[in-house]
Structures are given as structure tokens and as C-alpha cells.
């Protein structure tokens, strides 16, 4: 029986780390599906799509390769909150 198969994926970029989603506006109108509603919690903004089901854990880790510069001076201008729903 399967399932827990591991899954490597590389090139996702950490965009930001929200502490408090309160204060900032990550949460899609009606809310993500799967996940119960809106964000409360401290959570990863990722960019690139992260396979695997929901809720499930998601294990990272520094780049055991890194093709691409790090990028210090990132600057975050707007942040979808529109629904992929239809809502």
C-alpha cells in the first residue's frame, strides 16, 4: 500500500515567512479549499507548486545544489487575494 512516497523538488523559492496573517492579507476570498477556511496560523509564502496531498507534511531543507543567486533584496508588490475558485 502507497502513499508516502518521497518526492524531491528543486528550484522553489521562499518568497516570505508570515508570523502574523492577521496583520497581512494572505487569505483568498472564501477561503483556500482542503484547508478549513483562512490562514490564522504563521505560514511560507512558496513560489512553484508543491506536489504532494493536502495537509500533508512538507519537509525543507537548505539547497543541496543552488543554480540561481540568493536574492536579498526581494521586494514582494501584490499578492493575489482573488479566489481560483469562483467564489
Known sequence: ??????????????????????KENVNVKGGFPGYGGVVTNPCVLLHGSIPGHMK???????????????????????????SKQGD
Open 1 to 22: 500500500m502507497g502513499g508516502f512516497q518521497q518526492r524531491t523538488v528543486h528550484n522553489i523559492r521562499v518568497i516570505k515567512y508570515i508570523s502574523d496573517p492577521t
Open 56 to 82: 500533508r507534511l512538507i519537509k525543507m531543507r537548505d539547497p543541496a545544489r543552488q543554480t540561481s543567486p540568493d536574492v536579498t533584496d526581494l521586494v514582494i508588490r501584490y499578492v493575489s487575494t482573488e
